[in-house]
């Protein structure tokens, strides 16, 4: 079993395991400390446990974009967020786009492309 404090990858990819989350389909989440400040992480899902293969997952690279996009516009960005929620509960992503957005809107591209 992987544990905190041990090591996942090789070489500079070599990273210290912070918190370990194991699911139920047998794979393990593992958030290791990171290079860009000491409060820096990644979360890791580890596939195969013998072999620590592991992968970012999708989900990881949402939630960081999105946070960016909070960052530099937060009234935007709570639409995109209102929009998906949306789509989520089964709405018309058409329905959606033209509800939140114009097409001459310069984000109309960004949400399409969340949708």
């Known amino acids: 079993m992987i544990k905190v404090g041990e090591y996942l990858g090789r070489g500079k990819n070599k990273k210290k395991i912070l918190e370990v989350v194991s699911l139920s389909n047998g794979w393990v989440l593992a958030k290791t400390e990171n290079a860009k400040s000491s409060r ?25 974009d ?40 310069v984000n109309f591209l960004v949400l399409r492309w969340y949708m």
């Not at 820096?40 to 960081?64: G, Q, W």
């Not at 995109?80 to 989520?88: D, G, L, P, Q, Y």
């Open 40 to 64: 820096d992480f990644k979360v890791r899902t580890i596939i195969d446990i013998d072999s620590k293969k592991f992968y970012t997952p999708r989900h990881a690279h949402f939630a960081i």
């Open 66 to 105: 999105f946070y960016g996009k909070i960052c530099h516009n937060k009234e935007r960005a709570e639409k995109v967020f209102r929009a998906i929620i949306e789509v989520w509960q089964g709405k018309s992503v058409n329905e959606i786009l033209q509800k939140y957005m114009k097409k001459d809107d």
